[in-house]
């Protein structure tokens, strides 16, 4: 039987330079209890790279982040993630692949921001902190 994992990534542009973030490919099969790499390149330089999950007719899960020297902040168990600075790239490993992990999977960054970093996330949060609106 084989599980399809749906990646979709967003695409993020910090204010004042020219960060941006993309998917390796955009479609990706495992086999039940498989264990599959999840891949993201960058440009720039970055504070993290977040991972997201998003089920069908829900909102997206915060899964966790990496910055760029390998410190890893986890919110949900059964992930990890590795980076590569020198090639600027960033994997989520999903370990023993389950029905359950059939989802569209986003991998957002963070930039290195100088001056007001209010600006650059003013538009990506509802006025109660509860929404993460879509990165595009």
């Given amino acids: 039987m084989f599980l399809y994992l749906f ?6 542009i910090a204010l004042g330079s020219m960060n941006s973030i ?8 495992v086999a039940e209890e498989g264990n ?7 440009d720039g330089s970055i504070y993290n790279i ?3 999950r998003q089920y069908q007719r829900s909102r997206p899960e915060f899964l966790l982040s990496i910055t760029e020297g390998g410190s890893v ?3 949900v168990s059964g992930f990890s993630a590795h ?8 994997d989520l490993e999903i370990s023993s692949a389950a029905v359950t992990d059939s989802a569209v ?6 930039p290195t921001v ?15 902190n509860r929404i993460l609106h879509n990165i595009h």
């Fill in 36 to 42: 599959i790499n999840l891949t993201c390149t960058y």
């Fill in 105 to 110: 999977y986003y991998c957002a960054l963070q």
């Fill in 114 to 128: 100088t001056g007001n970093s209010k600006t650059l996330y003013k538009n990506l949060w509802s006025k109660d």
């Fill in 73 to 75: 902040h986890e919110a």
């Fill in 83 to 90: 980076i590569d600075k020198t090639e600027k790239r960033a």
């Fill in 22 to 29: 993309k998917q390796e490919r955009a479609e990706e099969a």
């Fill in 7 to 12: 990646v979709l990534f967003s695409h993020c």
């Fill in 50 to 52: 977040q991972w997201y």
